[in-house]
């Protein structure tokens, strides 16, 4: 675990420690199952599921609500992968002047915004005077469900 800033902690993928889970080898109905279904089981490690490159994976925890409209919720587990190429769309972790942010990329006319997704909060625009770095790109989020 790595503290980058006062209430922000990014993670790091053990894959050494990953323990399988069983998952069933058919999808799961949202109506009715049919009690004929068999269930197949095969083990899956989710580490090894959703982390593509183990050295440019980190974990973080999203702080607050501005980016609820795509998925992203307060205390929602976010997997980020900084090798992957940020593009016109992409949610991404942003360090902004001395902060972490996570917001949607938004490339117009060689323009750059960092666009919320809850209408409480406003676009950024990226000018001049803004030190911006892209630390990585939201490949995953993890919901606690109850």
């Known amino acids: 675990m790595k503290k980058l800033k006062e209430g922000i902690f990014f993670f790091k993928p053990n894959?050494?420690?990953s323990r399988s889970i069983p998952l069933t080898n058919n999808s799961i109905s949202a109506g009715f199952p049919?009690?004929?279904?068999?269930f197949k089981e095969i083990r899956i490690s989710?580490?090894?599921?959703?982390?593509?490159?183990?050295?440019?994976?980190?974990?973080?925890?999203?702080d607050g609500d501005s980016m609820q409209g795509a998925g992203l919720s307060d205390g929602d587990l976010i997997v980020i992968d900084r090798s992957e190429e940020p593009k016109n769309g992409s949610?991404?972790?942003?360090?902004?002047?001395?902060?972490?942010?996570?917001?949607?990329?938004?490339l117009?006319?060689?323009?750059?915004y960092l666009m919320p997704e809850?209408?409480?909060y406003s676009p950024i625009k990226i000018d001049e005077g803004s030190e911006l770095s892209i630390w990585g790109i939201v490949t995953?989020?993890?919901?606690?469900?109850?």
Do not use: H, W
Request: proline share 2%; with cysteine.
């Open 34 to 38: 049919s009690p004929a279904d068999d």
């Open 118 to 120: 809850n209408s409480r």
């Open 46 to 62: 989710l580490d090894k599921e959703i982390v593509r490159n183990e050295e440019a994976t980190f974990y973080a925890r999203v």
């Open 15 to 17: 894959l050494d420690e």
């Open 91 to 106: 949610i991404a972790v942003c360090f902004l002047d001395g902060e972490f942010t996570v917001k949607r990329l938004k």
């Open 140 to 146: 995953y989020v993890v919901k606690k469900m109850i």
């Open 108 to 112: 117009k006319n060689q323009e750059v």
